[in-house]
């Protein structure tokens, strides 16, 4: 692992100890860094602002939900409708194993959101369209109108 990785990867586990403790909105660069003995300036090098670290951790989420989706997908158990269903409940069971992050895609304003998520090679965009892809199966095979 590279220098670059390490820092991330320390900066990314604590910023997640204290998400998960104090919640987003309490968290502060000023704070993280501290807590890591790093300079602010250190941690702006690798995240522009607090929304960036957010979107970090959002598009993490969506990875998981994304990884989850394919391999219901390439199992292929059941109709499209039972997979459509799968992968709803993938969607629900992420967000509950991951609140912090799910709060952040869909209840926060965070500046830029949209045009971040909605990139085609986010895992957002990926996860998103896998969904799309299920709802228009079973609409053209008749399992849903």
Known sequence: MSRKEDTIGKIVKEAKALINKDGFTNLSMRKLAKKINYSPTTIYLYFKNKDDLAF????????IIEERISALIYS????????L??????????????PEQYSMAFQMQLKDKEKYLFKENSHHFKAFSLLIWG???????GLIK
């Not at 970090?56 to 990875?63: L, Q």
């Not at 709802?135 to 095979?141: L, N, S």
């Open 76 to 83: 292929m158990k059941g109709t499209a409708l039972d997979l």
């Open 56 to 63: 970090y951790f959002i598009e993490d989420m969506f990875r």
């Open 85 to 98: 269903k799968q992968g709803l409940k993938t969607y629900i069971n992420t967000a509950l194993e991951h």
């Open 135 to 141: 709802v228009k199966t079973c609409i053209d095979t």
